[in-house]
DNA sequence: ACCTGAACACCGTTCAAGT
DNA sequence: ACCTGAACACCGTTCAAGT
């Protein structure tokens, strides 16, 4: 067997990279030359292992929702899954710098079908007795609360001012029960 | 007196011509030189009117804000403002394109001071009976989620399977009535 | 299969110079 | 006061060519 040479690179590598990259200098500095250059590389080489810019943004999107998925455990029901995710997402988008801005303009990988994701996305909520419809929509609302705080407590025009006025978590946790028990 | 020239641009005109490329060719193509383009000016004139592109975009943003607030009138109580305004800020957000992540990317602009600014935001609710602190919380609860809606309704996964399953709009407006009677 | 070099068509922004 | 011309330091992406 003649040695083959081991890849500079692979998708795993390049998204650490970017994640990385994304700490240090935030979502406007992430350029693929920079990133190309973190890994000793030629910019060009990313378009081997990606279609585009865009597509590696999703898949690190994906990855911020995965982890505030993989935290969400133990809820005996939908009301209390749904509340567990919210909490999670809200850490996972403050997890990474922009985080919540990254997910905002991602557009998601959308390698499957839309039915077979929405079943995906929908079953745990309806393992715990809803029906699909309401599963996803309540996800969504919930989803949205969560990104829209994030987004809201990064960049907002009284940040700053509110945090002395109030506890920013409790009043997200407040707004979140208040949204899940009205659902 | 000599005739005085009329200068070709200022801030109002510039800002209207911003959100017409908007709604052409969305936010990735709102460029400062092909604004000028549009303008019949070369790109470093926008420099004279505004310090830089995010002040440009704040203006956008805290006009899509302003219509939204300009909307809500007539509320009797604080929780039926908190919904007028949210159902204002939905229909504000989709009436441009990319309106919502426009918004969540903007840095606002912050001419004053943050006290000054607080107190004006939460002028509306305090009239009706909110303390500041509260006022200032129930509203970021609203705008995060009206913010975040709009941003999953406009790149969701799953919206045009959504869509079919049930009425979005419908799903906004019972989320966001749940958020406000639980606050 | 995986990466480089060179190029294309763009960006935001600065700054001297024009009027 | 208000705008142009030219330039600087970047972008994402394509594509032939190398190995």
Known sequence: MAPRHQPALDRDRVVAAAFEQLEEDGLEALSMRRLAARLGVQAPALYWHFGDKAELLGLMSARIYAMALAETQGAI???GWLVAYGEALRRSFAAHRDGAL????????????????????????????????RALSAQ???????????????????RDHLAQMLDFDATFSQGLAALVRGL
Chains 1, 2 share one sequence.
Do not use: H, K, S, T
């Open 140 to 158: 969504a609302a919930v989803i949205a609360f969560a990104l829209g705080w994030a987004m809201y407590a990064a960049n907002g025009p009284m």
């Open 102 to 133: 990254l997910c905002a303009r991602a557009r998601p990988p959308q390698a499957i079908e839309p039915e077979v994701q929405a079943a995906r996305l929908a079953a745990p909520l309806v393992a715990l007795g809803l029906d699909q419809a």
């Open 77 to 79: 029901d939908w009301r």
